[in-house]
T-cell receptor, first 115, second 111 residues
Framework: DAGVIQSPRHEVTEMGQEVTLRCKPI?????LFWYRQTMMRGLELLIY????????DSGMPEDRFSAKMPNASFSTLKIQPSEPRDSAVYFC?????????????FGPGTRLTVL | GQQLNQSPQSMFIQEGEDVSMNCTSS?????WLWYKQDPGEGPVLLIA?????ELTSNGRLTAQFGITRKDSFLNISASIPSDVGIYFC???????????FGTGTRLQVTL
């Protein structure tokens, strides 16, 4: 079975540019999560969706960040405009949420560098 | 955001040694999870714990859900070079799908 698929794996861009990260969750999963990982702050949850609906976006840093999930098999995380402090590894994870036993499976991540 | 405290932050051990690491929280969790992250990859689930006091094994790995529900432990027996990586604990309080992740324990295994 294919795991969580993320693209691109690496992105280098200049400050001010728009960046779009993409995620395809595991087929059949109903929850999708976007995380950011940095040395300073570790793994932080940015936003998560359940049945394509955003449930908690309290981790989104600011209005420059937005996420969408137009259908069960695709999600995007957009940063516009990007800033050097956005440089990090961004992970997408998905799970089948049922009661208290949902287990999150992570993608390989997108390493973003903003110059 | 909130983070769990993991210790130790890093460990350098010799192949064949046993390893212990733990995670503590000021909050009660209903689920504890242990993940391993290899360089350039996403975290991979190792063990999931759902009940206070639960002890679960996965090969050479054993994890326990603390009886107070505020801590968890992971032990690795007879370490091998491929155990190298960063180990994260994560907790869920049961009110939602959100996980709170620990700060990570970086494990190095020398031959």
């Amino acid at each position: 079975d294919a795991g969580v698929i993320q693209s691109p794996r690496h992105e280098v861009t200049e400050m001010g540019q728009e960046v779009t990260l993409r995620c395809k969750p595991i087929s059949g999963h109903n929850s999708l999560f976007w995380y950011r990982q940095t040395m300073m702050r570790g793994l932080e949850l940015l936003i998560y969706f359940n049945n394509n609906v955003p449930i908690d976006d309290s981790g989104m840093p600011e209005d420059r960040f937005s996420a969408k999930m137009p259908n069960a098999s695709f999600s995007t995380l957009k940063i516009q405009p990007s800033e050097p402090r956005d440089s990090a590894v961004y992970f997408c994870a998905s799970s089948w949420t049922s009661g208290s036993t949902d287990t999150q499976y992570f993608g390989p991540g997108t390493r973003l560098t903003v110059l | 955001g909130q983070q769990l405290n993991q210790s130790p932050q890093s460990m350098f051990i010799q192949e064949g040694e046993d390893v212990s690491m733990n995670c503590t929280s000021s909050s009660i969790f209903n689920t504890w999870l242990w993940y391993k992250q290899d360089p350039g990859e996403g975290p991979v689930l190792l063990i999931a714990l759902y009940k206070a006091g639960e002890l679960t094994s996965n090969g050479r790995l054993t994890a326990q859900f603390g009886i107070t529900r505020k801590d968890s432990f992971l032990n690795i027996s007879a370490s091998i070079p491929s155990d190298v990586g960063i180990y994260f604990c994560a907790g869920r309080d049961g009110t939602a799908s959100k996980l709170t992740f620990g700060t990570g324990t970086r494990l190095q295994v020398t031959l």
